[in-house]
């Protein structure tokens, strides 16, 4: 890679606006908005966030300089005016939010919301809404969530308030979903027979770019209501995307057979067992590349320039992606933002028996002189993704797999960060609901059960050295779920000593190398 590449890879430079304006931002805990947010803040503007857990902002870096407000954009706003609340005063809008699960009448409730929104938007005078969306040809068939963000962007075009509505194909950059699902297929498989939609084009656009261009909309001059197709301007397909990921990340050349069979939902499926992405996500997701994803126009042009130093191309991309998560900066994941997080259902309750029905508990301590608290924590803290369990991996592995086939997390979802938590990070099939930084750590189950469980680490000093307690909750919902337990607990007395057990000691360890002399150094 020659200097000038390096510079463009480089720190970003983001240009002060020249008119900050008072913007809010729905969607601001989620993998583009908790991007979006700090870029527009360093621009200089006044910034707003809507969001239904108010917790996973303040985990953030940038948390306390917006202003937040708690808004559920499923409530009817004539009941609940925290919407309009929000909306006041604003001149720009970003709606970032798009659900790839949801049941079967999601398009109903997502152009439900949307017109809400755009009604709301118009009564508080606000200027300008701002959307992503995805590129698709005209006159085409499209999958369920391509039509639903189709329909949501018309729906904000045909409302009073000026709207840009950008299209986007694949968004490459660390940590987005469609980056997790190629560095997978292509990391996991050397020769992948796939169906025919990895003959499809598809033009894609790195995180950064994309970023360009949001930051950009709110400085447009004038009116404008308008869709707005942005990417790279380098058309590749599926196929060319798997192989040429293979090459940047040093792997060995990749074959990809694309075999004459469509097969969306059944190919799906597969992603989902090979990738962290859970099926709710994968299915939706491949069912949208069933389709080329290429600018149509250039028509963005006129309005907002092209960055200075060009687009990344698919390689830069890939080349920054892969290295913001080695240097440990990957700010938000295609995981940041999944649903609300309840902290009255989320958080451990301190006396299980408050439920009034049955509650099973494994809870278990030991002391050790061997390491020390802040050692101890560490490994906590680490614990997870490529870290493991520290107990009986094939078990782990087995229980992630049936859980993924059931439509759950599943085990290989793994991290935001291999070494750093924060409320609402996932860490396989578990999400962190409550941090206290070298105390404790509170996870909540994600994975298919009936019921709901929660695993707790906590760590103090004490005269007898330092204490690791670790304690395992379950609230059954039904005769299922008591019988899942009693199926689960002989296991359980296997597995949750020894995870207790290789903790203290993986930290012992570590405590041990970590006081030796430096080399050629007598210990004093």
């Known amino acids: 890679m020659d200097d000038k590449e390096q510079q463009r890879l480089g720190e970003e430079s983001i240009t002060p606006s ?47 300089e917006v202003t937040v407000h708690q808004v559920d954009l499923d409530e009817d706003p004539r009941q609940h005016p925290a919407l309009a609340e929000a909306l006041e005063d604003q001149d720009v809008i970003y709606y970032l939010v798009h659900s790839m699960g949801g049941g079967s009448d999601f398009e109903e409730q997502e152009a439900q919301t949307a017109e809400r929104l755009a009604a709301a938007a118009h009564e508080a005078g606000v200027q300008r809404i701002v959307y992503l969306g995805g590129l698709h040809p005209e006159g085409a068939e499209l999958s369920p969530h391509m039509r639903s963000r189709a329909a ?6 045909d409302s009073p308030v000026d709207t840009i509505a950008f299209q986007a194909g694949i968004i490459i ?26 003959a499809n084009r598809v033009e894609p656009l790195g995180i950064r770019d994309v970023l360009y261009y949001l930051l950009a909309a709110a400085d447009v001059p004038g009116s404008i209501n308008a869709t707005l197709d942005v990417g790279n301007r380098q ?4 196929a060319q995307v798997m192989k040429t990921f293979a090459k940047v990340a040093g792997l060995a050349p990749r074959h990809v057979i694309a075999l004459p069979i469509p097969a969306p939902t059944l190919s799906g499926m597969w992603v989902g067992l090979v990738t962290p992405l859970p ?27 092209p960055p200075a130093s060009g687009f990344l191309t698919f390689e830069e991309a890939v080349t920054l992606a892969l290295r913001r998560e080695r240097e440990g900066a990957v700010d938000t994941t295609w995981d940041a933002d999944v649903g609300p997080l309840d902290q009255a259902a989320a958080s451990l309750p301190n006396d299980p028996q408050w439920a009034g029905h049955p509650v099973y508990e494994d809870a278990r301590s030991v002391t050790t002189t061997e390491a020390s608290a802040e050692a101890v924590w560490r490994v906590i803290e680490g614990i997870g993704g490529t870290n493991g369990w520290y107990s009986w991996p094939l078990a782990w592995r087995v229980r992630g797999v ?59 000093e004490s005269q007898q050295g330092t204490e690791l307690a670790q304690r395992a ?24 000593p ?10 012992a360890a570590t405590s041990h190398h970590d006081a030796r002399p430096p080399a050629g150094e007598e210990r004093s």
Do not use: C
Request: charged share 20%.
């Open 18 to 64: 020249p008119q900050p304006r008072r913007v809010l931002v729905l969607g601001a805990t989620g993998y583009v908005g908790g991007r979006l947010v700090p870029r527009l803040l360093q621009a200089g503007h006044d910034v707003s966030v809507a969001v239904r857990s108010p917790e996973k902002v303040r985990a953030t870096p940038w948390g306390a």
């Open 152 to 157: 949501v962007a018309r729906i904000l075009l």
């Open 173 to 198: 950059g660390s940590g987005s979903a469609s980056f997790e699902m190629i560095r997978h297929l292509a990391r996991t498989l050397r020769l992948m027979p796939a169906p025919d939609w990895v």
């Open 235 to 238: 058309t590749l397909t599926y």
């Open 279 to 305: 099926m709710s996500l994968t299915i939706p997701l491949v069912q949208s590349l069933q389709l080329d994803a290429v600018t149509g126009d250039r028509r963005v042009d006129e309005l907002i320039p």
């Open 402 to 460: 049936w859980d993924k086939l059931v439509g759950g997390a599943g085990l290989n979802r793994g991290r935001r960060l291999p070494d750093v938590l924060r409320v609402g990070d996932p860490v396989d099939w578990w999400r962190v609901v409550d941090l206290e930084p070298g105390r404790s750590l509170t996870l909540r189950a994600e994975m298919k059960v009936a019921g709901e469980a929660w695993l707790e680490f906590t760590v103090r």
């Open 473 to 496: 909750v379950f609230y059954p919902t039904n005769v299922r779920g008591t019988l899942y337990w009693y199926s689960m607990a002989p296991f359980h007395r296997f597995i949750f």
């Open 498 to 507: 020894t995870m207790l057990e290789r903790i203290v000691a993986t930290a």
